[in-house]
């Protein structure tokens, strides 16, 4: 699989990943061969190029599932640029609580794991595709720490807008995505500031929402003077999410961190970041579960073969060279061999290996 930017597309090229409109129809399904008017439909939909079958690669398995969650990430993309820029023109939003609903309904109420696969993002669609992904994270954390369907609303909405300043930056800055350095924040901070004030209840906003970006604004830009029990539950799931998607986020000039990396990260700085809602986070997307590809650090790649719910970052696992069982739920074991990080693949899906999964398990 490759990526091929929009103007080097070519006439018969093999689509890896499906193509939808915005109503969430899909257009050209996986394994299709492009026609000159298919090429001239993903330019005109403004993407950025498209993921590639090589000649004889077969088509990478994906699940109902993971299928409906790039369709409808899609739509929600759609919908939220009508949305924002819209309320910048002095519009009320009038699709917001619906969306919204929509993200709970979809995802605020699962009672299973989820692959979360991040799309590419450009300059002109990563706020658009960071605010719909991070709703999309704050309503699989709050469906496990017990929020109402109010409370959820209210999340949710704060999540689609807490970066609609952004919009408003200069070009400059915008190609920096989130990497500021601390003039860059001067100016961020002065934008979402002007994004707040549109935030308001004339435009059919409720306070509570407000609230909630008026907190993350300060916590994000160091300005929070409140006390720690004075932060709403809401604004620490919001962090929470919010940086998560930042970390992993697919840009076409930097590398992604990967899952299991921003994991680590939000697990180390427990001062910073609520261990309950981390936790919830863990609870909802799948990471180190049966299949998935690793990197050892003892230099071997294997497959996790069974997950470790009491602690994610100990699973048990197969060497690939060895076929050498690492429990590393073991104290012995995980202080001679931890995992590194994730096996990818180059659209960055997680890297499952089914077949050799199931081969192990009837050996046993």
């Known amino acids: ?3 091929v930017r929009s103007e080097d ?15 969430g129809v899909l257009l050209y399904e996986r394994n299709t061969r492009l026609t000159m008017q298919g090429i001239e439909s993903v330019k005109n939909f403004g993407l950025l190029g498209l993921y590639i079958l090589e000649p004889a690669e077969p088509v990478p398995p994906m699940t109902d599932e993971d299928l409906d969650f790039e369709r409808f990430q899609t739509m929600a993309v759609f919908s939220i640029r009508e949305e924002l820029d819209g309320l910048i023109a002095g519009r009320e939003p009038g699709n917001l609580k619906r969306l919204a609903n929509a993200i709970i309904t979809n995802y605020g109420r699962l009672d299973h794991k989820i692959a979360f696969t991040q799309n590419l993002r450009s300059t002109t669609d990563y706020i658009y595709k960071h605010v719909i992904n991070t709703a999309i994270l704050c309503a699989l954390i709050s469906s496990q720490v017990y929020y109402t369907p109010v409370e959820q609303e209210e999340l949710i909405q704060a999540a689609l807008l807490h970066d609609i300043g952004k919009l408003l930056l200069p070009a400059k800055i915008k190609e920096k995505y989130d990497d500021y350095d601390t003039n860059d924040l001067i100016i ?10 549109l935030i308001r209840p004339e435009m059919g906003i409720d306070s509570g929402v407000r609230r909630i970006v008026s907190q993350i604004h300060k916590i994000e830009y160091g300005e929070s003077r409140e006390d720690e029990g004075k932060i709403l539950k809401s604004t620490k799931i919001l962090k929470v999410a919010n940086l998560f998607d930042t970390m992993t986020a697919m840009k076409l000039k ?3 961190v990967s899952e299991i990396a921003a994991i680590k990260y939000l697990l180390l700085n427990k001062d910073e970041f609520d261990e309950e809602i981390v936790g919830a986070l863990i609870k909802t997307i799948k990471i180190l579960t049966p299949g998935v590809c690793i990197e050892l650090t003892n230099g ?20 690939f060279s060895s076929n050498k069982v690492y429990d590393l739920s073991n104290n012995g074991v995980y202080r001679r061999c931890q995992i590194i990080d994730i096996m990818k693949t180059m659209d960055n899906r997680i890297k499952v290996d089914r077949e050799r999964l199931e081969e192990y398990m009837n050996q046993r």
Do not use: C, H, T
């Open 188 to 197: 961020v901070k002065k934008f979402q500031s002007d994004g707040l004030a």
């Open 300 to 319: 071997e790649k294997g497959l996790v073969i069974s997950e470790n719910p009491q602690n994610i970052l100990r699973p048990i696992v197969l060497s």
């Open 1 to 3: 699989m490759i990526f």
């Open 254 to 256: 930097q590398e992604a």
């Open 9 to 23: 597309l070519k006439y018969g090229m093999r689509l890896a990943k499906p193509i939808y409109n915005k109503n």
